[in-house]
């Protein structure tokens, strides 16, 4: 969470030696579900200092930790967390072909059914890494795609926090009735 605030706030100066220090306290301790949470950070804060080189490094790490692969793991919530910014750094290297490869996989791997964060982001991916390559009408769709399942995304949170503030209205009114 630290790497990612720093990186939306564009505020990453200090936050690499910031979560150095925190991976040196959990590694002393043996967690390795920490350390995969650190060098995943620590990866996207490299990424954002465009040194996609590093990160990879980072980023292997985390796979090594885990003992999956992005063939055999992409259910595994810290693949998942990794899968985006790992093809995002493959890009930058000039890996376009695996970069799209990549982030292929991970949209053919969520049910159309069930768009979620990890499929907007790999579809907003796709859309750049397939406009830096050279196919635009690819990247057009793969935007398009991306705009809609925001909206779904945008609409699905929508309505549960309209249901969810009827339910606390009701249960307000219930209250309300009990007393009297």
Not at 52 to 63: E, G, I, K, Q, Y
Not at 96 to 119: F, G, K
Request: no cysteine; hydrophobic share 45%.
């Amino acid at each position: 969470m630290i790497a990612q605030a720093a990186v939306v706030t564009g505020e990453i100066d200090g936050v690499e030696q910031t979560l150095a220090d925190v991976m040196t306290d959990v590694e002393d301790r043996v967690l390795p579900d920490g350390m995969t949470f650190g060098y995943t950070g620590l990866g996207i804060v490299q990424l954002a200092d465009d040194r996609p080189s590093d990160a990879l490094t980072n980023f292997d790490r985390v796979l090594d930790i885990v003992g999956h692969d992005f063939e055999d793991g992409l259910q595994h919530p810290r693949i998942q967390l990794l899968v985006v910014p790992y093809a995002v750094a493959l890009r930058e290297q000039g890996r376009i072909e695996e970069s799209r490869e990549l982030l292929e996989s991970v949209i053919a791997s969520v049910p159309a059914a069930e768009p979620d964060q990890l499929l907007l982001s790999a579809m907003t991916e796709l859309a750049t890494t397939l406009q830096v390559s050279g196919d635009r009408r690819g990247a057009r769709d793969a935007a398009e795609r991306a705009a809609r399942i925001q909206s779904f995304l945008w609409d699905e949170n929508f309505r549960y926090r309209i249901a969810r503030l009827n339910v606390s209205l009701e249960l307000d009114q219930q209250k309300v009735e009990l007393a009297l």
